[in-house]
C-alpha cells in the first residue's frame, strides 16, 4: 500500500461528508489504529494497515514538507489541521482534511498522534491542489531530500506571509470560518 509502488490514477475513492475517518500512529508514523472507514477508503483490511508508515497512503502528488510540518508537530499543541491528498490501494485518490493531535500514554509521554479526516469540498480540494502543485514543484526543483522538503516549508511560510496569515488562519479560510 506504498505511494511508490502504486501507479495513481485519476479515479477518485467515495469519501461522505457525514463520514469521518480516523487513524492513530506511533511516533514514527506506524499505523496502531485505524477504523472501517479508513480500511474502505484505502481498499484495505485492518491486518494490511496496521504497521504501514501513514505518509505511504499520502498521493504522490503531496508535498513531502507538509508531512514533516506533522511531524514536527508541536506535541504540547492541541491540534493540527492539514488537508492531504491519500492514494489508496488501487491508485485511486480522495481528499481528506485532516485533524491532528498528539497521543499520549499513561505516564503523559507522547507517543504517537491521533488524525480523525473529514470530507473536502472540491472547490476547496482545487484550491488546495493549486497550492500543491506549487510546493510540490518547488521541492522538485532539489536533488537532495532535505533541501526539498526545506525549500516547500519557505515557499509555504512566504505564500502564507504574502496573504497575511499564519498556518492556522490559512486552513480556516479556506473552511469560510475564522478560528
Known amino acids: 500500500m506504498t505511494?511508490?509502488?502504486v501507479p495513481p490514477i485519476h479515479e477518485e475513492v467515495p469519501f461522505q461528508e457525514n463520514e469521518l475517518m480516523i487513524s492513530q500512529s506511533d511516533i514514527?508514523?506506524?499505523?496502531?489504529?485505524?477504523?472501517d472507514?479508513?480500511?474502505?477508503a484505502m481498499e484495505?483490511?485492518?491486518?494490511?494497515?496496521i504497521g504501514q508508515t501513514i505518509h505511504f497512503t499520502w498521493h504522490p502528488d503531496m508535498p513531502r514538507s507538509l508531512f514533516k510540518r506533522i511531524m514536527d508537530s508541536d506535541p504540547n499543541?492541541?491540534?493540527?489541521?492539514?488537508?492531504?491528498?491519500?492514494?489508496?490501494?488501487?491508485?485511486?485518490?480522495?481528499?481528506?482534511?485532516?485533524?491532528v493531535s498528539p497521543l499520549y500514554d499513561q505516564q503523559n509521554t507522547h507517543i504517537g498522534f491521533n488524525s480523525v479526516r473529514r470530507?473536502?469540498?472540491?472547490?476547496?480540494?482545487?484550491?488546495?491542489a493549486d497550492l500543491y502543485r506549487s510546493i510540490y514543484s518547488e521541492e522538485?526543483?532539489?536533488?537532495?531530500?532535505?533541501?526539498?522538503?526545506?525549500?516547500?516549508?519557505?515557499?509555504?511560510?512566504?505564500?502564507?506571509?504574502?496573504?497575511?496569515?499564519?498556518?492556522?488562519k490559512f486552513i480556516w479560510s479556506t473552511?469560510?470560518?475564522q478560528p
Open 3 to 5: 505511494a511508490q509502488l
Open 28 to 35: 514514527n508514523g506506524a499505523l496502531i489504529y485505524c477504523n
Open 37 to 40: 472507514v479508513y480500511c474502505r
Open 44 to 49: 484495505v483490511t485492518t491486518a494490511e494497515a
Open 77 to 99: 499543541a492541541e491540534e493540527l489541521f492539514i488537508y492531504i491528498k491519500h492514494i489508496s490501494k488501487s491508485g485511486k485518490y480522495f481528499w481528506a482534511l485532516a485533524q
Open 119 to 128: 470530507h473536502v469540498k472540491r472547490e476547496v480540494s482545487d484550491q488546495i
Open 140 to 168: 522538485q526543483r532539489h536533488t537532495d531530500p532535505d533541501a526539498a522538503i526545506m525549500a516547500g516549508e519557505a515557499l509555504l511560510n512566504t505564500m502564507l506571509v504574502d496573504q497575511g496569515k499564519d498556518y492556522p
Open 175 to 177: 473552511l469560510g470560518e
